[in-house]
Every structure is written in structure tokens, then in C-alpha cells.
């Protein structure tokens, strides 16, 4: 049986503009489209860019791919970027395999995700 994917928003008053959010469970086919539902209810107009803290997240199907490949597509619409962070070596290697790694900010931390973000320069 699978395990629920939980989302869980963590809120940085350094970078308003962005929804940080971390993961933990199994996210499959199952559950995909719910957590993507969850996601979005957590973005505001002002959030510009979105971190995924992957620690958590025990198993991604090809249908989790596409949720993170639906959010990306949501977050660059408002000229941002979506930092993927702590990914598990099978995910990894999936994202390098498939060169879907270039479509995403990938860093091993959060901290080192919220550091590139803080070095952009602020939209006018």
C-alpha cells in the first residue's frame, strides 16, 4: 500500500516570493494529481519561485515526474525558477538519465537552493 506524499509549506521571511515546500511518503499515480492540487493552493500571486525539498520523498513514479514537470511549467509562466532539492541517488539518477535535470534547479541542499535564490537579483 502506499504511503500518502505529504506536503509540508515552510515559510522563509527572507524570500517572500517563494513557496518552499517539503515532501516525505510515496508519491505515484495514486496521489500525483492531489499533491499538485496542494501545491497549488499554497502558491499566492505574489510566489514567484518554489523550492521542492525531496528529503522526505521515499518513492517517485513517472506520474510524480509529471506533477514536478506541471508545477516547473506553472512557476516558469511567472518568470521564476523551481529549485529541486535533496533528491534520493535513484531519483537522481532518473532526472540524469532523462536529462530532465536541465529543466530544473537541482542542489543538494535546501539551504544551498535558498542561497541561489537570495544571489538573484530582485525583479523591478
Do not use: W
Amino acid at each position: 500500500m502506499t504511503t500518502a506524499v505529504q506536503l509540508d509549506p515552510h515559510p522563509d521571511d527572507t524570500l517572500p516570493r517563494t513557496l518552499i515546500v517539503a515532501l516525505s511518503g510515496e508519491l505515484d499515480y495514486t496521489n500525483a494529481e492531489q499533491l499538485r492540487q496542494q501545491a497549488v493552493s499554497h502558491l499566492t500571486p505574489d510566489h514567484r519561485n518554489m523550492v521542492l525539498d525531496l528529503a522526505g520523498l521515499t518513492f517517485c513514479d513517472s506520474t510524480g515526474i509529471r506533477i514536478f514537470l506541471a508545477l516547473r511549467t506553472l512557476i516558469t509562466d511567472r518568470g521564476g525558477v523551481i529549485s529541486l532539492t535533496d533528491l534520493h541517488p535513484r531519483l537522481s539518477r532518473v532526472f540524469q538519465t532523462t536529462g530532465l535535470v536541465k529543466f530544473f534547479a537541482v542542489q543538494p541542499t535546501r539551504a544551498d537552493a535558498l542561497a541561489e535564490l537570495r544571489a538573484q537579483p530582485s525583479p523591478r
